[in-house]
């Protein structure tokens, strides 16, 4: 009896023996289950096909963001080198306010005058600065209605800018030059302190008062023309277009900037005549029509009450009420007035 050799080789059958076993073979069951299609979506597409071109996508876009960071650079340093060539400041908002002109003094350290270097110094003194145009008819009126409207137009400048009654707050003699109905409603405006624009007061009991040697300096014109008022009344419209600087007794002003001592008013009055043959003998004469005025170096509490007064600090002079516009400027317009 023959026995077999452990170390021999397997037959056939034998090698393969472990493959033919079929308790030993496991299909999974996916294998098992028939495939089945799924339709992409949008978002699939869309990350798909970002995850193919992210990169790409990712560097276009730093490429256009450092484009516009190198514009923005560049057009920042342009205007810098613009702004040094220009002498500019780098941050216009945090420029300072130029320092005012120091005021011209004579040898001993005064000041040579309360208009001197300002605009003002220029103008006429009082009346002289108010000049009429030559008069001519103006259909229906006669050259002669005319001169005279002119005249009286003339008179209510001197009565309610120049004159020391007015000035010191008596607006009697204004209000005579007026036609009688018109007289009421400007003597209720002197009251409420509504007349600034046509006539000039000063607070008595303010500190400095008004300085009248010097004189008061003014600058503008006088224009006129034949029309219709909206009442359907032929009237002669005298329109006034002035600047009036008044000077105050200022302590030492040879310590302040020009002007500190001025107050300019800047005015624009219209002035109706009507024609005699269209109303009542109450209803001739002069009447105001309307005014507009900017104010310049006066306190507000004065201003309210339809005066004029000047108040400093000492060793400078801040206005309380500035105007809109430049008071001396030929730009200014009816309207352009004081904050308070």
């Known amino acids: 009896m023959t026995s077999e050799d452990p170390a021999s080789p397997p037959t056939t059958a034998a090698r393969y023996s472990v493959a033919t076993e079929p308790e030993r073979i496991r299909v999974p069951d996916w294998m098992r289950e028939p495939a089945t299609e799924h339709a992409l979506t949008r978002r699939d597409w869309l990350r798909l096909l970002w ?44 420029a300072r306010s130029p320092s005012p002109a120091p005021r011209p003094v004579d040898e001993s350290g005064n000041s040579l005058g309360p208009f001197v270097a300002t605009p003002a110094e220029k103008y006429a003194v009082g009346e002289a600065a108010i000049t009429l145009p030559a008069a001519r008819a103006a259909a229906p009126f006669t050259a002669k209605q005319v001169a005279d409207a002119l005249a009286m137009v003339k008179q209510a400048l001197v009565q ?57 300096r003014a600058s503008g014109t006088v224009q006129y023309r034949s029309t219709v008022d909206r009442d359907g009344i032929r009237v002669l419209e005298i329109s006034t277009r002035f600047i009036w ?52 170096n006066a306190t507000c509490p004065a201003l309210r009450k339809g005066l004029i007064d000047l108040e400093v600090e000492p060793e ?17 317009r009816p309207g352009d007035g004081e904050e308070c």
Not at 62 to 72: C, T
Not at 166 to 185: C, I, Q, S, T, V
Not at 316 to 332: C, E, K, N, S, V
């Open 160 to 216: 309610g800018r120049l004159d020391v009654s007015m000035l010191l707050g008596k607006p009697d003699k204004f209000l005579a030059l007026l036609a009688p109905e018109d007289r009421d409603h400007v003597r209720k405006e002197f009251a409420e302190g509504a007349s600034l624009g046509y006539a000039t007061r000063t607070d008595r009991d303010a500190s400095p008062e008004l300085e009248f040697r010097d004189g008061i």
């Open 245 to 296: 600087v008044y000077s105050f007794d200022l302590p030492r002003p040879q310590a302040y900037p020009p002007g500190a001592e001025l107050v300019t008013l800047r005015d624009e009055v219209v002035w109706h005549v009507p024609h005699p043959e269209d109303v009542r003998s109450t209803s001739r004469g002069l009447w105001v029509e309307s005014a507009d005025v900017t104010v310049l």
């Open 51 to 94: 995850e193919r071109h992210a990169g790409k996508l990712l560097g276009g876009v730093g490429a256009v963001v450092a484009l516009v960071l190198v514009a923005i650079l560049g057009w920042s340093g342009f205007s810098a080198v613009q702004r040094i060539h220009n002498g500019e400041p780098l941050r216009p908002g945090l």
């Open 316 to 332: 400078r002079r801040l206005p309380a009420a500035a105007p809109t516009g430049d008071i001396y400027g030929p730009g200014w």
